[in-house]
């Protein structure tokens, strides 16, 4: 395993101390913790691209591991009554058919990286949860969250546009 799928690893391994941190309204620690797991995000794919070390694993994990990180702190802030329900619902049903299509194109030999608008979205859905564990000012989150929204909708479009044909041809199969 290289060093870029290691640091993949370690955001994944940091998730649980983000959650309970957060769920003990240790908002501070809990974001440090969140900033330090969201860096290992833009760590993993510089060293992987720029010492070649991009595999099929990591375009697979690296995503997957955001989303868990994303998504679990997400939950844990809705349950806390500090996040929109409807961003979360886009954000799922858009994670779910996008990694429906992933799906589809592995069963094909084709591994589907992360996509510009898919990087700005997860860094927009970084930054909101941060925003919100900071306690930044109402205007700042829900600006945040319109954003990452926006952006979720997007580039759930643009996957789905993307990974038409692999659909169509599961579909005629």
């Excluded at 375009?59 to 802030?77: E, G, H, Q, R, T």
């Excluded at 608008?117 to 927009?124: A, E, F, I, S, Y």
Aim: hydrophobic share 55%; proline share 3%.
């Amino acid at each position: 395993m290289n060093l870029p799928n290691k640091i993949t690893i370690a955001r994944i391994v940091l998730i649980p101390l983000c959650l309970l941190l957060l769920y003990f309204r240790l908002d501070i620690l809990a974001g440090i913790v969140f900033i330090i797991a969201c860096s290992t995000d833009f760590v993993d794919g510089y060293i992987a691209r720029k010492h070649n070390l991009v595999t099929n694993f990591g375009k697979f994990a690296d995503p997957v591991a955001d989303k868990i990180l994303v998504i679990s702190m997400m939950v844990l802030l809705l349950e806390q009554g500090r996040f929109p329900w409807w961003a979360l619902l886009i954000i799922i049903i858009r994670e779910l058919a996008v990694d429906g299509i992933r799906l589809v194109a592995i069963e094909q030999g084709v591994v589907i990286p992360a996509g510009n608008l898919g990087k700005v979205k997860t860094t927009l859905q970084m930054l909101g949860v941060i925003a919100i564990m900071f306690n930044l000012s109402r205007a700042i989150t829900m600006t945040f969250n319109v954003l990452m929204t926006f952006f979720t909708i997007i580039s759930g479009l643009q996957y789905m546009y993307e990974g038409r044909h692999m659909l169509l041809e599961k579909g005629s199969k």
